[in-house]
């Protein structure tokens, strides 16, 4: 989940909203000094072990024997989900036992994705049915696609949005009151935690809301606890489908605050099966200009990066931005959440 999800939601206080082909792949340059991507679809590709640019063939070989393959995202944006469908097609080329793992669906929706995958329902209807994301068909489909295509299995990964929601607003104390089964399909320890991803959290915060008074700060580690929720949720989710599944390679698509520098979900995979092999890729955006932090500064966001470009600022008036957010979150469903 990107972090301007994540602070949008501060914002909210009381709501939680949290993560070869096309792609320009140009000849590896010195990372100090790579190629820019050519378009808001282009992506160039760094080994932040070697510290310089890599083809997207390269990628694939490095990647072949990894247990467990997670590509971070800027949800919606075009050069992530080409990037995405690419190391997919070059992945399953190496090894066709793969499992596809999203946070894009809930686990309480994955009767809908396996109907669709079944050909029991159409597109719409898993759409509909699976409460996909708005950008599912432009984004995703072409990934669901392939799996559905070739018989490959694709986990609904994240943590039920209403849960998710109320833990944000009431607190871990929340998930008391669910019934047993909602329960039992959440991880046994939903709540871990890694120091690191804490202060990381609370770094973003406080960029953006300063340190703020006792209330804002329960209301802070509220989010917090939420966003953890969706961690623990997509770790167990990636372990079962090792169990359910063995010898098949994971791809997990997830959002960059879920996986850079190694935390969120990719901190809990490590601390539960240190044994697996996971390799993490995560986007870049390509500098403005020459005062903006050298790549250099940015190798440990990931083993692998991906340069693209930023998009587009949605607003530069603040009072539309402000007006435009306040009428998103107004949109939410309306969810009672209550502790007992």
């Given at each position: 989940?990107p972090?301007?999800?994540?602070?949008?939601?501060?914002?909210?206080?009381?709501?939680l909203?949290?993560?070869?082909?096309?792609?320009?792949?140009?000849?590896?340059?010195?990372?100090?000094?790579?190629?820019?991507p050519?378009?808001?679809?282009?992506?160039?590709?760094?080994?932040?072990?070697?510290?310089q640019?890599?083809?997207?063939?390269?990628?694939?070989q490095?990647l072949?024997?990894?247990d467990?393959?997670?590509i971070?995202?800027?949800?919606?944006?075009?050069?992530?989900?080409?990037?995405q469908?690419?190391?997919q097609?070059?992945?399953?080329?190496?090894?066709?036992?793969?499992?596809?793992?999203?946070?894009?669906f809930?686990l309480?929706?994955?009767?809908?994705?396996?109907?669709?995958?079944?050909?029991?329902?159409?597109?719409?209807?898993?759409?509909?049915?699976?409460?996909?994301?708005?950008?599912?068909?432009?984004?995703?489909r072409?990934?669901?696609?392939?799996?559905?295509?070739h018989g490959?299995?694709?986990?609904?990964?994240n943590?039920?949005?209403?849960?998710?929601?109320c833990?944000?607003?009431v607190?871990?104390?929340?998930?008391?009151?669910?019934?047993?089964?909602?329960r039992?399909?959440?991880?046994a320890?939903?709540?871990?935690?890694?120091?690191?991803?804490?202060?990381?959290?609370?770094?973003?915060?406080?960029?953006?809301?300063?340190?703020g008074?006792?209330?804002?700060?329960?209301?802070?580690?509220?989010?917090?606890?939420?966003?953890?929720?969706?961690?623990?949720?997509?770790a167990?989710q990636?372990?079962?489908?090792r169990?359910?599944?063995?010898?098949?390679?994971?791809?997990?698509?997830t959002g960059?605050?879920?996986?850079?520098?190694?935390?969120?979900?990719?901190?809990?995979?490590?601390?539960?099966?240190?044994?697996?092999?996971?390799?993490?890729?995560?986007?870049?955006?390509w500098?403005?200009?020459?005062?903006?932090?050298?790549?250099?500064d940015?190798?440990?966001?990931?083993?692998?990066?991906?340069?693209?470009r930023?998009?587009?600022?949605?607003?530069?008036?603040?009072?539309?931005?402000?007006?435009?957010?306040?009428e998103?979150?107004?949109?939410?469903?309306?969810?009672?959440?209550e502790?007992?």
């Amino acid at each position: 989940m990107p972090l301007n999800r994540i602070l949008c939601t501060a914002a909210a206080a009381t709501a939680l909203a949290f993560s070869a082909g096309c792609t320009t792949l140009h000849s590896p340059p010195e990372a100090a000094n790579p190629t820019a991507p050519a378009s808001l679809y282009d992506s160039t590709l760094i080994a932040s072990h070697a510290a310089q640019a890599i083809t997207l063939a390269q990628l694939g070989q490095e990647l072949a024997d990894a247990d467990v393959v997670i590509i971070g995202e800027y949800h919606g944006h075009q050069a992530s989900h080409l990037l995405q469908s690419r190391v997919q097609q070059q992945l399953h080329s190496r090894n066709p036992r793969q499992v596809l793992t999203l946070e894009q669906f809930n686990l309480d929706h994955q009767a809908a994705l396996d109907a669709y995958l079944a050909g029991e329902s159409g597109e719409q209807e898993l759409i509909e049915d699976a409460n996909a994301w708005d950008n599912y068909q432009a984004s995703y489909r072409p990934l669901v696609e392939l799996a559905r295509d070739h018989g490959l299995p694709v986990i609904a990964a994240n943590a039920p949005a209403d849960t998710v929601r109320c833990v944000g607003q009431v607190g871990p104390a929340y998930l008391a009151q669910l019934p047993e089964a909602e329960r039992q399909a959440l991880p046994a320890e939903p709540f871990l935690d890694t120091p690191a991803y804490r202060e990381k959290f609370n770094n973003a915060i406080s960029r953006s809301h300063g340190q703020g008074d006792p209330g804002t700060a329960e209301r802070m580690e509220k989010i917090y606890q939420a966003q953890l929720l969706r961690d623990n949720t997509m770790a167990t989710q990636i372990l079962n489908a090792r169990e359910r599944f063995p010898g098949h390679q994971i791809l997990h698509l997830t959002g960059n605050f879920h996986s850079e520098q190694g935390l969120g979900t990719v901190a809990l995979l490590k601390q539960r099966a240190p044994e697996l092999s996971i390799q993490v890729l995560s986007p870049v955006f390509w500098p403005r200009a020459q005062t903006e932090a050298p790549l250099a500064d940015n190798l440990d966001k990931g083993d692998y990066l991906y340069l693209i470009r930023p998009l587009p600022p949605e607003y530069r008036n603040e009072d539309r931005q402000r007006k435009a957010m306040q009428e998103r979150f107004s949109k939410r469903p309306d969810v009672r959440c209550e502790a007992n």
